[in-house]
């Protein structure tokens, strides 16, 4: 697998710790057995696809690792979990009850978590020693001698020389060049933020009617396909936050960056044509 390849999303994680938060909640409805057995069926089923994900990650690395990760020990511990789950007894609807339950198999996800992180800060730094061998060998070939150096640099004096007299002409294009780019990127990052907001306006919009929906069926004596009904609910509304988190945290992040090319923008209008040039 080429270093271009790229690392895996890992969805399948990001399904496990939701049904992990959910147990966390602890409320009496979502742990009986009929939801639990459906969790733990989920987690089961996500498995294949984490496992996949992390040999994925793994074939990216050429050679041995510097520090050894077993994957294997945690995955199985995610199984032996939801093999619990898909079989509830007394003591383990117990522990769900009070969230101790989504508290273990949140603790599984941490630790697979830092697992992935420590492989892939080993895989992303052997790209880098790579790239730096690359860049030294490179120096060495293109390395010249002082005469060349000397050489090079009456060029460059001469070129500069020239560029001074037609300076005029290339101040604006090199001025209208930039300052394009800039606004380029200032107007993506504007319809961004507004294709962002939009998506925020309709989750929150849909989060809310299903909000009322579960507060309408709440009451003290709920069937089994409504108890079904309000986890389905409850997932949707905490997948929905989520969705909204990202989008503003996108949002914020575009933001930054219309600020720094606006800065940009104002800098390079402040600044000569010589030290444009010289790229002061």
Known sequence: MSADTPLPTFASLNKI????????????????????????????????GLREDILSLKMRFVGKFVEEVNTDVILD????????????????????????????????????????????????GEVEEFTKKDSLVEGAKTAGSLISSLVSLVAKIVLLLLLLALGPAIYLGVTMDREGRLQKE???????????????????KERDEIAARAQSSQGGHLSREQKVEMMDLNVKIHGLDQTVHKAEAEIAEHERRIEMNQERIKQLKSKTFLQRFLRQ
């Open 17 to 48: 710790r939701d049904k992990a938060i959910l147990l966390s909640i602890g409320k009496a409805f979502l742990c009986e057995e009929v939801f639990l057995m459906k969790i733990g069926r989920s987690v089961d089923e996500s498995l294949g």
């Open 77 to 124: 511990e995610l199984h032996a979990q939801a093999a619990l789950l898909q079989n509830p007894d007394k003591s383990v609807t117990d522990k769900c009850t009070v969230g101790i339950l989504g508290a273990e198999l949140e603790e599984i996800v941490q630790a697979l978590t830092a697992a992935i992180r420590t492989i892939k800060n080993q895989v992303e």
């Open 186 to 204: 200032i107007g993506e990052s504007q319809a961004y933020i507004q294709s962002q907001s939009e998506r925020i306006a309709s989750a929150r």
